[in-house]
């Protein structure tokens, strides 16, 4: 390993990933595993977006792309942004990228130096802490309790800058939590803020529509935080779209500028056909995929009543995104089939083997008491899931 880079060699894997490649070689082996530890939608992307993709095909779109995204589909997610967030951007501010993931690492490239703090409210997104360190900065925790919904407070938030902090992460609805931060929360925040002119931040709102509680709000929609707010959006969950890899951003010129340079160093502009697609999924109404929410609601209702039944598990009630995030560490320090558990990584894995189900262990996240179970999984699968679950616990 000495001949590869310490950058590599310190970067760790994606647990989500990771645990998603180890559940494909048990079924190779001929093993029944379900699923859930990936973040994806189990529903096809609608008819319509497809049928806008088929049509860029038969128009010939098959040249490079702007780097920064076709005008057509920058318009598009500024009609989008003004009707579902209320907020005003213009074609300056906004940058389509390959899926929303690359859209937070254009960010850390071109915001951060050797150094920079970011804190980041913990349970966060598996990819956060590594995205910041391959950039130079220093990731700051800031540890939150199920009994706060797993939401960052306002004294937390005053108690973890310093003099380094550059930036703020955080998503809403969260992944893993589910935790969705409301208008209120939110000012509570934007008013420490104000006290550090200074300091950015990245509002990751991937989740969006996927929300039970009637409402999103966005950092941005604040007058006195739009200038320091980068909004981060895609369409892989709320469309179904993960696999056609477009994310974009809304964020300040200067920000939006350096990310289009980065990124035309990098993989210049995004795929045309899926450009092409997403324009028709930016200029329907979020109505088009409410079915997909109502199912997920269902879902959401189920698995937190079948898990209510588990001994040893603690969940709080998750508000958005499609995972529930319990608290396991009632089984740490047990010995379970002769397998002793110390920590969420160990549990995780004794699921996978005696369960034959696919979790994903808290410490990615930033938490090492909890596992994160995706319900993005069919109702007869959450079911024998949670089933398995709790044979293997008996």
Request: hydrophobic share 40%; charged share 20%; glycine share 6%.
């Amino acid at each position: 390993m000495n001949h590869l880079s310490d950058r590599i060699n310190n970067l760790s894997t994606s647990a989500t990933l990771a645990m998603a490649a180890k559940a494909r070689e048990l079924r190779e082996e001929g093993k029944d595993i379900i699923g859930l530890s990936l973040g994806e939608p189990d529903f096809d992307t609608p008819d319509f977006i497809k049928e806008a993709a088929k049509k860029a095909v038969d128009d010939n779109y098959n040249s490079y792309t702007p780097v920064d995204g076709y005008a057509e589909l920058k318009d598009a997610i500024i009609t989008k942004f003004k009707r579902d967030n209320n907020l005003n951007y213009n074609r300056s501010q906004i940058v389509i990228s390959t899926g929303a993931k690359q859209s937070l690492y254009n960010i850390a490239s071109v915001m951060l130096n050797d150094g920079d703090e970011v804190i980041l409210p913990c349970p966060y997104w598996v990819s956060y802490s590594d995205i910041v360190k391959l950039n130079g900065g220093i990731p700051v925790e800031v540890k939150t309790s199920i009994n706060d919904d797993f939401k960052m407070t306002p004294a937390q938030l005053e108690a973890a800058i310093t003099p380094k902090t550059k930036m703020i992460w955080y998503s809403s609805p969260c992944n893993p939590s589910g935790s969705v931060y409301s208008k209120d929360e939110l000012r509570a925040l934007a008013d420490v803020l104000q006290k550090y002119p200074n300091i950015y931040v990245v509002s990751d709102e991937i989740y969006e529509h996927i929300n039970f509680i009637g409402g999103h709000s966005s950092m941005a929609q604040f007058d006195d935080m739009f200038e320091r707010t980068i909004t981060v959006n895609g369409v892989s969950k709320a469309f179904a779209m993960t696999g056609w890899r477009i994310g974009y951003i809304g964020a300040p010129v200067t920000v939006a500028r350096a990310c289009n340079k980065i990124q035309g160093q990098v993989t210049s502009g995004a795929n045309c056909i899926a450009q092409r697609a997403v324009i028709t999924a930016m200029e329907a109404s979020p109505d088009k995929v409410q079915y997909m929410v109502d199912e997920f609601k269902e879902r959401r209702q189920l698995i937190l009543g079948l898990l209510s039944k588990l001994e040893g598990f603690s969940c709080n009630e998750p508000e958005g995104a499609f995972y529930v995030f319990p608290d396991i560490s009632a089984y740490f320090g047990k010995t379970l089939n002769g397998m002793k558990i110390n920590n969420a990584s160990e549990f995780a894995m004794y699921l996978l083997e005696n369960a034959n189900v696919a979790t994903v262990t808290g410490d990615a996240f930033g938490n090492p008491n909890c596992i994160r179970i995706s319900y993005a999984a069919s109702q007869e699968q959450i079911i024998e899931a949670i089933n398995r679950i709790e044979k293997a616990l008996t």
